[in-house]
């Protein structure tokens, strides 16, 4: 069981098992067990891609997963979402994800640490070159010549 501290400071704890797993379906009509890939498929889950960068549907499982434990503390989903941001979206994603490979066993558990690995390792390279990208001075002469234009031109020239 993996555990992450909201904004507030509050400790929660993010379990998979096959009660959570029908809770999440049960409420949120998605099944977090369409995670796993077939045996012979080598492409990364969508749920993972889905869960690692949809902030509403994470918050929105996070939120199912950890409710008994939200309605003993009695914090609505209003209140648990308004807790959620910065490194402890970062924090909470690495221990659902986490979780969700440590939830299959044998081949599958290694399969999808493996997509999960991928996945992050696509994103990092995708944030590392929008950064590259975005200090080139290629970026800078094209929003240079953006901005030439769309500005009007100044009266008397």
Same mark, same amino acid.
């Given at each position: ?30 099944? =977090?067990? *369409? $995670? ?5 498929? /080598?492409?990364?889950?969508? %749920?993972?891609?889905? #869960? &690692? ?43 659902? =994800?986490? *979780? $969700? ?5 044998? /081949?599958?558990?290694?399969? %999808?640490?493996?997509? #999960? &690995? ?40």
């Amino acid at each position: 069981m993996k555990t992450f501290n909201d904004t507030k400071g509050r400790e929660w704890q993010v379990a998979i098992n096959v009660a959570t797993v029908k809770r999440v379906r049960d409420l949120l009509e998605l099944d =977090l067990l *369409e $995670i796993a890939p077939a045996e012979d498929e /080598s492409a990364t889950p969508p %749920l993972f891609l889905r #869960l &690692a960068e949809d902030p509403i549907l994470f918050a929105d499982v996070l939120y199912v997963l950890c409710k008994p434990e939200c309605d003993g503390r009695n914090v609505s989903d209003e209140d648990f979402g308004a807790a959620l941001g910065g490194d402890v979206i970062g924090a909470a994603t690495d221990a659902l =994800l986490a *979780e $969700i490979v440590n939830f299959f066993h044998g /081949s599958k558990r290694q399969t %999808l640490a493996k997509a #999960l &690995a991928m996945t992050n390792k696509l994103r990092a390279r995708r944030d590392t070159l929008v950064m590259e990208r975005m200090d080139s001075p290629q970026m800078e002469k094209q929003l240079d010549e953006l901005l030439s234009a769309t500005l009007p031109p100044i009266c008397g020239s």
